[in-house]
């Protein structure tokens, strides 16, 4: 079946340690999106690409890295630099339309003790 | 930036229909209305979308004021299953060289009473 698959579901980090989130898809999509989802909040757009090697920040990309090497994987790491990255991280796809249907990942929880 | 506004929670009994209201008073005439639900833990799953006129599918219906500052979504037989946080989102364009940005905001937490 065709999907977006995200990895691990849970992770913990000691502070100052990097930590690389794993979002992979089999569905063709040309574009690609890494959300921050905070408890009781909405999400907020961290990094999204529209095509290979080419990515753009989003509303709060600092203390976040990406790259976009293979059309199928977008890795999102978070840096030490990142001061609060206790959060539910969510990788997304959707074709490179203006109407597409956005594919979300089941997402990555990842908490820093 | 073209935003929505919800209500932070509803409740609906089981059974009965349900109205999720957005307003998007700034929306211009290129902006798609896309609506996606979340569980708990779980990553968003699309409802439905539309531009200007109303759509059905099988999990509901959208109704698209005629000025497009307002959309509703229809649930037309709550269940238990439907018990989720609602978001209405625009699909716009940032920069104006083709590439698109999704922003979500707090969305509807819907409550099913059973």
């Known amino acids: 079946d065709g999907g977006i698959t995200q990895s691990p579901k849970y992770l913990f980090r000691k502070e100052g340690q990097n930590v690389t989130l794993s979002c992979e898809q089999n569905?063709?999509?040309?574009?690609m999106y890494w959300y921050r989802q905070d408890p009781g909040q909405g999400l907020r757009l961290i990094y999204y690409?529209?095509?290979?090697?080419?990515?753009q920040k989003g509303d709060i990309a600092e203390g976040y890295s990406v790259s976009r090497e293979k059309k199928e994987s977008f890795p999102l790491t978070v840096t030490s630099a990142q001061k609060n990255p206790t959060a539910f991280y969510l990788c997304?796809?959707?074709?490179?339309?203006?109407?597409?249907?956005?594919?979300f990942g089941e997402g990555s929880r990842l908490t820093v003790l | 930036d073209a935003k929505t506004t919800q209500p932070n929670s509803m409740e609906s009994n089981e059974e009965e229909p349900v109205h999720l209201p957005c307003n998007h008073s700034t929306i211009s005439g290129t902006d798609y209305i896309h609506w996606y639900r979340q569980l708990p833990s779980q990553g968003p799953e699309y409802v439905i979308h539309g531009l200007t006129s109303n759509v059905n599918n099988r999990m509901a219906s959208l109704a698209i004021a005629e000025d497009r500052k307002s959309s509703t979504l229809i649930l037309h037989r709550a269940t238990l299953r439907d018990a989720a946080v609602y978001y209405c989102?625009?699909?716009?364009?940032?920069?104006?060289?083709?590439?698109?940005?999704?922003?979500f905001g707090k969305g509807t937490k819907l409550s099913v009473i059973p």
């Open positions: 997304a796809s959707t074709h490179y339309s203006y109407t597409g249907e956005l594919f």
């Open positions: 569905l063709n999509h040309d574009a």
């Open positions: 690409s529209q095509i290979v090697n080419d990515f």
């Open positions: 989102i625009l699909i716009y364009e940032y920069s104006g060289a083709g590439s698109y940005q999704l922003t």
